[in-house]
């Protein structure tokens, strides 16, 4: 099935959401979680996160404004700590529901009975029950001025992983940490071992690395 | 294992991009198809594309501008056309072996095996194997003073998809169409269904959405 421009355009609008939502390829699953100054938890599921730089070590995030999320945004301006948490099958649905939109004064750590901890002296909330957890200080907002989405570029803080997730090479075993992905606004995914392959050049045939 | 900012400025490189690559989690991976003006075709793997807004229909892609991706760069310049082609299993060697730095008069769609397509009047070469195909029209560039990476945005143009793979509110089944998700830089997974869930709202429990 072929869709053209005007095709898209004319599309009913849950459908294009749909749609267009998916679009993009599986995409990560992050619980982004924030504090504002009084020290107010907020916990918001979020599937725009992506890989900046490895040297120095940047994340982005991509958050609409006038969206759910709008108290992480506020947040992570007043602050400028934030967490990433790896989400696995276990806490899909109360990570799912901390989509819904809860008035301010709500924690959603609590209201979706996912606990909080702080690790060492990085001041934004964790989920404890994640397996894979970032802190992040904001270093850049970027506003992209062709949908007023904003970028916010994050310095990696903190990392906590598993031990038997990292392999000697450097390679986080996202699968074995048991993280999910996800397909467009609502459909959560598990994985399956593909293959891992050798560096690329032109006149050499590529390798499967085991992991 | 907790690493601490310290702990991660002193890792060794190449443990550092293995580990930092992998923990913005699963990642869509896209081959990306372009020309340049002399009708001269390339083909590039890329993991950093994702969504950035349905209404417009827009879409971003990452790109390190002194990387292998250095003629996708400048072909979408040139001709602001270019191609997102979604991988499955059966294409994942020819898909990565896209990575490798081959000179520029070389099309990495016939050094890798990759059938190019067009479809319509538009202007940039499809991978015709590839399930799910979008055509992209360049609509900003914005460049990311932090680390010199180079932050593309691209309308969505056309899109080709097979007709089973669409449920009927507009849901794209990115498992049925076969499309992978990747792990850091090099390993390739395919998926398994866990849940699909209602829109949430604070005082009502979450569905299952069967498909």
């Known amino acids: 099935m072929v869709y053209n421009k005007e095709d898209i355009v004319q599309l009913p609008k849950s459908f294009r959401t749909q749609l267009i939502n998916s679009l993009s390829g599986f995409k ?3 619980l982004v979680g924030t504090q504002n100054l009084a020290q107010q938890k907020n916990l918001a599921i979020m599937s725009q996160v992506f890989h900046i730089g490895a040297d120095p070590a940047l994340m982005g995030l991509l958050i609409r404004p006038d969206s759910a ?9 007043e602050t400028e700590q934030y967490t ?6 276990a806490i899909v ?13 709500i924690s959603e750590f609590e209201a979706c009975n996912l606990e909080s901890e702080y690790i060492y002296d ?16 904001l270093e850049e907002r970027v506003d992209l001025k062709i949908n007023g989405t904003i970028l916010i570029i994050g310095s990696i803080q903190l990392i906590d992983l598993p031990n038997d997730s990292i392999n000697t090479d450097g390679f986080l075993d996202l699968n074995k940490a048991g993280t999910i992905t996800c397909n467009g606004l609502d459909a959560y995914l598990g994985t399956i071992k593909l293959e891992r392959l050798s560096y690329a050049k032109p006149d050499k045939p590529l390798e499967s690395i085991p992991y």
């Open 93 to 105: 649905k109360q990570a799912h529901q901390t989509s819904a939109r809860y008035p301010q004064a």
């Open 122 to 137: 990085f001041q934004a909330p964790f989920v404890k029950s994640s397996k894979v957890k970032i802190g992040l200080h």
């Open 84 to 89: 990433f948490n790896h989400i696995h099958g």
């Open 69 to 77: 999320d709008r108290h992480t945004l506020s947040n992570i301006l």
């Open 28 to 30: 990560s699953v992050t």
